[in-house]
């Protein structure tokens, strides 16, 4: 899975999702898959996404994964009672707010495209949508 390969410190607070996100241009393909909605987006599911674009383009044409998952979130243990302290690092998440462009695809037909990038979309817990290069 994805992660970073060292971190300034361990653990961080959850912060707030405020706003609009800054790269809501296709960039590097033809095809993209946009946010439309904020949230949290797991290491896990950026790889599950991945793999359902690589599996409906046949691994033709290029794709890019424009997101990557940095930030830490904790999990207390089961038997954990009040004021035990902050759990360990259970996982690391992407933050997204709305109108970044997750994946790229190009070097693949239209129809194609659409359908590898709406197969991702249903492995992440955001609204998405596709959108076309200008």
Same mark, same amino acid.
């Given at each position: 899975?994805?992660q970073?390969s060292?971190?300034?410190?361990? $653990?961080? *607070? ?13 960039? *590097? ?11 949290w ?9 991945r793999? =359902?674009?690589?599996? =409906? ?10 997101? *990557?998952?940095? $930030?830490?979130?904790?999990? !207390? ?6 004021g =035990?302290? !902050?759990?360990d #690092?259970?996982?690391? &998440?992407? &933050?997204?707010?709305?109108?970044? #462009?997750? *994946?790229? &695809?190009a ?7 659409? &359908?590898a990038? !709406?197969l =991702?979309?249903?492995k ?11």
């Amino acid at each position: 899975m994805l992660q970073p390969s060292r971190t300034k410190y361990r $653990k961080q *607070f959850r912060g707030r999702m405020r706003g609009l996100s800054m790269g809501h241009q296709v960039s *590097f393909g033809e095809y993209g898959l946009k946010a439309m909605a904020c949230g949290w987006i797991t290491a896990n599911q950026i790889e599950a996404a991945r793999r =359902a674009i690589a599996h =409906a383009t046949k691994r033709n044409g290029r794709m890019w994964i424009r997101i *990557f998952p940095d $930030k830490p979130f904790t999990e !207390k243990g089961a038997g954990a009672p009040l004021g =035990a302290g !902050k759990g360990d #690092v259970k996982g690391y &998440v992407a &933050v997204i707010r709305p109108g970044r #462009v997750m *994946f790229e &695809v190009a070097g693949i037909p239209e129809a194609e495209s659409i &359908v590898a990038l !709406k197969l =991702a979309a249903a492995k992440l817990p955001i609204v998405t949508k596709v959108i076309k290069r200008d």
